[in-house]
């Protein structure tokens, strides 16, 4: 019984110990998602810098770099739809689920009812 124990921590210690750390990293291997949301932000961010640099360069020809850009631009939207929407968590409510403040000016309306 004892040696079956031990054999059985042994195992399960070299496993652990063996096992890729996975500290850091967002994807497992049990996990669907198509790609870890921080490179699919670093493509998108790339793909945005190629663009940037194919238009600001004057020296290569529209008909040259207009496909390029156009490609980068749909690759961008097809990662930009695998991407979860963004979910802010606020520490005010917002300004719209406060009741409204009216504001009365007195002497306003005095002056403009005032009998002649």
């Given at each position: 019984m004892m040696r079956r124990a031990?054999?059985?921590?042994?195992?399960?210690?070299?496993v652990c110990i063996g096992a890729p750390a996975m500290a850091g990293q967002c994807w497992h291997s049990w996990d669907a998602s198509p790609a870890c949301p921080r490179a699919?932000?670093?493509a998108i961010y790339e793909l945005e810098n190629r663009?940037?640099?194919?238009?600001?360069?004057?020296?290569?020809?529209?008909?040259?770099?207009a496909p390029i850009i156009t490609s980068a631009r749909a690759d961008i939207l097809r990662l930009r739809a695998t991407l979860f929407p963004a979910q802010w968590r606020w520490t005010t409510p917002c300004c719209y689920s406060r009741?409204?403040?009216?504001?009365?000016w007195a002497s306003h309306r005095r002056a403009a009812h005032r009998p002649r």
């Open positions: 031990f054999v059985s921590c042994a195992a399960l210690l070299l699919v932000h670093y663009i940037a640099l194919l238009e600001a360069d004057p020296a290569v020809d529209d008909g040259y770099k009741p409204p403040i009216y504001i009365r």
